[in-house]
């Protein structure tokens, strides 16, 4: 069987890394050209024998014999990259989210679905061998019915407060990957938001219309819930909990470490601190996660993580900031 022809735009921390495990882990993949606006981002794919670097997405596309792109570069490319592939008949693998709009990703969305090309979204953590276990533990009725999901999600560090003004907020940047991890790991819908939010990181933050720190409980359309805590900084790292408490047990996954030990003196108990941030912590998700995007090409299989995914997350998000401006539980059919 011929390869599968893939593009990669966007050559920033995550397209590095789709690059180097496209390359390197995937025998029956091809990549056959890349592409950024910056220059300099061509000394990055030397190493790799890509035939093509080109700064033009367009250029891409025009590669007949492509079969898939992967779009890594800026949110605000997302929309129009996307749209772009759909029509050029080209499968898409596209990091998250794919627009800060509703509307237009709802937009986006039946394009894609009347070019007849499968999305996927980059909603990594569901590839992750811990919480891809912890779903199967409950597919498997091993904690019986989900009651309670509880998430952790610290970064080590805020971004730039340059990003941060462009980001869409933390709900719609960073928390959005908690929402989609409470809807993967419980395996329902989210109908209801109630959240709170507050500044106690940099009131720079604040300055720029946004929070750093949050609480968000989800009501699921059973009445089971979910609680996610989520602070732009922890100062020993990035802190990535989750436990799901149901009606026969519990299973939590704690951080994950660089190694295990742990020093025991008379002076207490110490070990390292977790690992930094995403590259690492969710390097084993970033490469499984295109492992099936590529067998759902190969195999001719539904896409893991859909469009839709990616629309009820962001739903989600804007649920959650509406909560926190009116300061009162907010319907997602408020929203959608
Ligand atoms: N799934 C995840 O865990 C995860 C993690 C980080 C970032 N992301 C998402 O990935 C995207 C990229 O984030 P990043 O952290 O790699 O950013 P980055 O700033 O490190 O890299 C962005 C790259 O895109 C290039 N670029 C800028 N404008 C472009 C354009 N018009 N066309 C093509 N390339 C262009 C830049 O030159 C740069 O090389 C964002 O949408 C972000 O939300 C996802």
Do not use: W
Not at 139 to 162: C, H, L, W
């Amino acid at each position: 069987m011929d390869k599968i022809k893939v593009a990669i735009a966007g050559l920033g921390r995550i397209g590095k890394i789709h690059l180097k495990n496209l390359c390197r882990n995937f025998s029956e993949i091809e990549v056959i050209a890349t592409m950024d606006v910056a220059e300099s981002s061509k000394a990055i794919v030397e190493e790799f024998n890509v035939p093509l670097f080109t700064q033009n997405f367009d250029d891409l596309l025009a590669i007949s014999k492509l079969d898939a792109v992967v779009i890594c570069s800026p949110t605000d490319t997302h929309a129009d990259y996307v749209v772009k592939a759909a029509r050029a008949g080209k499968h898409i693998f596209c990091e998250k989210p794919l627009d800060l709009s509703l509307e237009r990703v709802q937009e986006v969305l039946n394009i894609v679905e009347a070019c007849g090309v499968k999305l996927m979204l980059g909603f990594n953590r569901r590839f992750d061998p811990e919480f891809k276990k912890i779903r199967q533990l409950i597919v498997n009725d091993a904690v019986g019915d989900p009651q309670i999901i509880k998430i952790t999600s610290r970064d080590p560090g805020p971004p730039p407060i340059e990003y941060v003004k462009v980001s869409g907020g933390m709900f719609l940047d960073m928390a959005i990957h908690d929402f989609d991890m409470a809807r993967y790991i419980s395996g329902k819908q989210v109908k209801e938001v109630f959240a709170k939010g507050t500044v106690m990181v940099d009131p720079e933050i604040g300055k720029a219309g946004d929070i750093d720190t949050a609480i968000i409980t989800l009501t699921f359309d059973d009445g089971s819930m979910a609680v996610i805590d989520n602070c732009r900084q922890a100062v020993y790292g990035y802190d990535q909990r989750l436990e799901v408490f149901g009606s026969k047990g519990m299973v939590q996954a704690e951080n994950n470490f660089p190694n295990n030990h742990k020093l025991y003196t008379e002076k207490g108990v110490s070990g390292d601190l977790p690992l930094h941030f995403f590259l690492e912590r969710y390097d084993a998700s970033y490469n499984q996660e295109v492992r099936e995007f590529v067998d759902a090409l190969v195999n001719n299989e539904d896409i893991p993580v859909s469009g839709d995914d990616g629309l009820l997350s962001m739903a989600i998000a804007l649920a959650a900031k509406k909560s926190v401006e009116e300061n009162r539980p907010v319907k997602i059919n408020e929203i959608l």
